[in-house]
């Protein structure tokens, strides 16, 4: 369907449409399932003339952000790459956070992934992965569905209410089935509030493998969720109970930081006694 890309308009190829706008529609037809494409699939799916995208695909080869096969298909450049990788909101979390990402793999030697909300879906910013870790459906850079991932959970729970009325109202795009811990609209809110509470959520999957997920919010230095931290292993073989502290905790020390400061524990702090004797002369 013309105009079908991501954030493209309805009819690009109408005058006056701004010449950024048309060559923004053509990146937008790129996506997890169309990463090559032809002057005339490009052409059908952005809704322009044939003469006018391949003049904008020309411009955006040589510019970098496209680049273009031996067979005439286009793919995203490694240039476009490099400036959205860029973002503050990505690479400022991903610098801070990656040692501690590391160190959940080492203890689990699963997957290990990082993500951040935009708009009504999650965009996965970093993910690490043992080379024989269960199978999963994401990949860095991809966006993920909030209802029925863990972290999607997590930033849909602390995204406020207005955010999870739009969701229930009008879904949050396709995404693998859910096992057990997907939630249908009814019961999202009362699965969202027990994720708020416990500052952790549970997800298990049945696509395109056996999983359990667990993840944990992190907040930055004006106290808002900005990313939110999960452990993907085989369902089964780690309950998901001795997952959780390690999430947590990993995901209060990123928080520490980026600056946030949680509130105080109420734990009690043992202080040692001192010795009265270190005092007193013989």
Do not use: C
Not at 11 to 20: A, F, I
Not at 33 to 62: C, D, I, K, V
Not at 159 to 180: C, I, R, V
Not at 202 to 225: C, D, E, K, L, Y
């Amino acid at each position: 369907m013309a105009g079908a890309g991501r954030g493209a308009p309805k009819d690009p190829d109408l005058p006056g449409q701004p010449v950024l706008v048309r060559a923004l529609t053509l990146l937008g037809q790129f996506s997890e399932q169309r990463r090559a494409l032809n002057l005339s699939e490009m052409s059908r799916l952005s809704g322009l003339a044939p003469a006018t995208a391949l003049r904008l695909l020309r411009h955006l080869t040589e510019w970098g952000a496209l680049e273009r096969l031996e067979d005439g298909r286009y793919v995203v450049g490694v240039r476009l790459w490099e400036i959205a990788s860029l973002s503050p909101r990505g690479h400022g979390v991903r610098e801070i956070a990656l040692p501690y990402l590391e160190d959940l793999y080492e203890v689990t030697r699963h997957h290990v992934l990082l993500s951040v909300r935009e708009g009504r879906e999650a965009v996965l910013i970093d993910r690490l992965s043992s080379r024989t870790a269960t199978e999963v459906a994401y990949r860095v850079g991809g966006r993920m569905p909030l209802r029925t991932t863990a972290v999607g959970q997590v930033l849909l729970a602390y995204g406020g209410a207005e955010l999870q009325d739009e969701l229930l109202a009008g879904g949050d795009g396709p995404g693998p089935a859910p096992g057990p811990g997907g939630a249908d609209s009814a019961g999202l809110r009362a699965v969202l509030a027990d994720v708020k509470q416990a500052g952790v959520a549970v997800v298990r999957r049945t696509h395109p493998s056996r999983t359990v997920s667990v993840a944990a919010p992190i907040h930055g230095a004006g106290g808002g969720v900005v990313a939110a931290l999960s452990i993907v292993v085989p369902d089964e073989e780690v309950p998901a109970h001795e997952l959780v502290p390690l999430v947590r905790a990993a995901a209060r020390a990123i928080s520490r930081n980026l600056g946030h400061r949680a509130k105080a524990s109420g734990a009690w702090r043992h202080v040692q006694p001192q010795d009265s004797s270190a005092s007193q002369g013989d």
